[in-house]
Nanobody, 127 residues
Framework: QVRLVESGGGAVQAGGSLRLSCVASARTGYMAWFRQAPGKEREGVASIYTSDSDAYYADSVKGRFAISLDEAKITLYLQMNNLKPEDTGMYYC???????????????????????WGQGTEVTVSS
């Protein structure tokens, strides 16, 4: 099991930026960011394959968010630009080993595909 610790959340105004960080205790196959708004289900935001940094984004954040990985530090980042009030929520880091069976690309943003989770960092965007 991989231990994940997020940081970097905070309160910003609409149009602002934040960068979230997630430090992992060990290297893994896929890592991702999820978020959960109050009263809503957790949703996938962005995913990255650690071997080649292939990224996959939810439509709602394409062009505004960027996921990246510092392999030496085993740290995952989420750069969030042009933030909107609807981006408000708790942001979670997730990870899993590389699967050895075929899978659909959309699986990378599905909550039950990941085995390891952080405690979350809160993001609040005001209008």
């Amino acid at each position: 099991q991989v231990r994940l610790v997020e940081s970097g959340g905070g309160a910003v105004q609409a149009g602002g930026s934040l960068r979230l960080s997630c430090v992992a205790s060990a290297r893994t196959g896929y890592m991702a960011w999820f978020r959960q708004a109050p009263g809503k289900e957790r949703e996938g935001v962005a995913s990255i394959y650690t071997s080649d940094s292939d990224a996959y984004y939810a439509d709602s954040v394409k062009g505004r968010f960027a996921i990246s990985l510092d392999e030496a530090k085993i740290t995952l980042y989420l750069q969030m630009n042009n933030l909107k009030p609807e981006d408000t929520g708790m942001y979670y880091c997730a990870a899993r080993e590389r699967p050895y069976t075929s899978f659909s690309r959309v699986s990378r943003l599905q909550e039950d595909w990941y085995s390891d989770w952080g405690q979350g960092t809160e993001v609040t965007v005001s209008s």
